[in-house]
Nanobody, 126 residues
Framework: QMQLVESGGGLVQAGGSLRLSCAAS????????LAWFRQAPGKERDFVAA????????YYADSVKGRFTISRDNAKATVYLRMNRLKPEDAAVYYC???????????????????WGQGTQVTVSS
C-alpha cells in the first residue's frame, strides 16, 4: 500500500496563491505517476493536473492551465501543486493520487488501480 498525505490547503482571497503538498510513503515513489484532483460540494471529482514518473511530462485541465503548476521531488517522495491567481471556482477538496498506469493523465487510471490521499480543503473568498 502507498500512503498519501496532503497538506497546504486553507483560506485564500481571490487572486492569491497556495502551494499544496502530498507526501508519499510505503512504495517506491519514483515508480508512480502522480495527479491532483478536486471535488467541490455536489460535484464530481475532476482532474486538475498530472505528472509523469520522472517529472518531464505534465498535463493540466484547461481551467487551470497557466495558473497551476504540478511538480515532484522524488528524493522527498512529495508532489506539489502551486496554485496562482486563485478564483472562487477553484474552491474544493483537493486530492492527490498515484498510479503506475501509463494513462496517468486520466481519471480511470486512478479510480480503479490507484492510491488516494484524504484530501485538503481549499477555500477561495471573493
Amino acid at each position: 500500500q502507498m500512503q498519501l498525505v496532503e497538506s497546504g490547503g486553507g483560506l485564500v482571497q481571490a487572486g492569491g496563491s497556495l502551494r499544496l503538498s502530498c507526501a508519499a510513503s510505503g512504495r517506491t515513489f519514483s515508480n508512480y505517476a502522480l495527479a491532483w484532483f478536486r471535488q467541490a460540494p455536489g460535484k464530481e471529482r475532476d482532474f486538475v493536473a498530472a505528472i509523469s514518473w520522472g517529472g518531464h511530462d505534465t498535463y493540466y485541465a484547461d481551467s487551470v492551465k497557466g495558473r497551476f503548476t504540478i511538480s515532484r521531488d522524488n528524493a522527498k517522495a512529495t508532489v506539489y501543486l502551486r496554485m496562482n491567481r486563485l478564483k472562487p471556482e477553484d474552491a474544493a477538496v483537493y486530492y492527490c493520487a498515484a498510479t503506475r498506469s501509463s494513462a496517468y493523465m486520466t481519471y480511470d487510471a486512478y479510480r480503479h488501480a490507484g492510491y488516494w490521499g484524504q484530501g485538503t480543503q481549499v477555500t477561495v473568498s471573493s
